[in-house]
């Protein structure tokens, strides 16, 4: 079983459009859990971070952690074409000190149609 | 500031040919990885330094070497190109800390092609 496990999709939805992405994870070492947004033929870039279970709110996006589950998700509201990227999740583990391990899902490519 | 800057941004090499790809931020961070992006594949680390003189394996260091002379540069090194290396590379810095991660800031990447 993979660490993280992220749908690669691809995903197209209609602008306006409520966007659900998930990743499932088998370490229970992950403590840090993250979403990152990659736009085309660019670096990745951070969007939202998570510590706990629970919800997280930013503006149009939420970031949900359930760790009994271990399950994350991202939710995108009123999306729009803008939101059209590769998101990837990650989340990391303590390797002891200030070292930590940085571990990344496959990454969901979301198309949003104007 | 610049952040982090990254050449070439694209490269073709014959297997074989060695290269040296650069990496610099500008941002003081002590921390810098590379890695690599295969199509559908997520991002795999394949070097880190955690400051200038000191260096480490990730998941996938082989056919690489890193040095790290300066706060500021970490350049990767291929010495002999395959076609398994064939990827987009990207370099990333980032604070130290102690609470067990801090934010990765990535440069734009370079896309290699190994023929």
């Known amino acids: 079983q993979k660490e993280v496990e992220q749908d690669p999709g691809p995903l197209s939805v209609p602008e306006g459009a409520i966007v659900s992405l998930n990743c499932t994870y088998s370490n229970s070492a992950f403590q840090y859990f993250m979403w990152y947004r990659q736009y085309s033929r660019k670096g990745p870039e951070l969007l939202m971070y998570t510590y706990s279970s629970g919800n997280k709110e930013d503006g149009r996006f939420t970031a949900q952690v359930d760790k009994s589950s271990k399950y994350i998700s991202l939710f995108i509201r009123d999306s729009q074409p803008s939101d059209s990227a590769t998101y990837l999740c990650a989340m990391s583990a303590p390797l002891g000190g200030s070292n930590y391990k940085l571990t990344f899902g496959k990454g969901t490519l979301l198309t949003v149609n104007p | 500031n610049a952040g982090v800057t990254q050449t070439p941004k694209f490269r073709i090499l014959k297997i074989g040919q060695s290269m040296t790809l650069q990496c610099t931020q500008d941002m003081n961070h002590n921390y810098m990885y590379w890695y690599r992006q295969d199509p559908g594949m997520g991002l795999k680390l394949i070097y880190y330094s955690v400051g200038a003189g000191i260096t480490d394996k990730g998941e996938v260091p082989n056919g690489y070497n890193v040095s790290r002379s300066t706060t500021e540069d970490f350049p990767l090194r291929l010495e002999l190109a395959a076609p398994s290396q064939t990827s987009v590379y990207f370099c990333?810095?980032?604070?130290?800390?102690?609470?067990?991660?801090?934010?990765?800031?990535f440069g734009p990447g370079t896309r290699l092609t190994v023929t």
């Open positions: 990333a810095s980032s604070y130290s800390s102690s609470r067990g991660w801090n934010e990765q800031y």
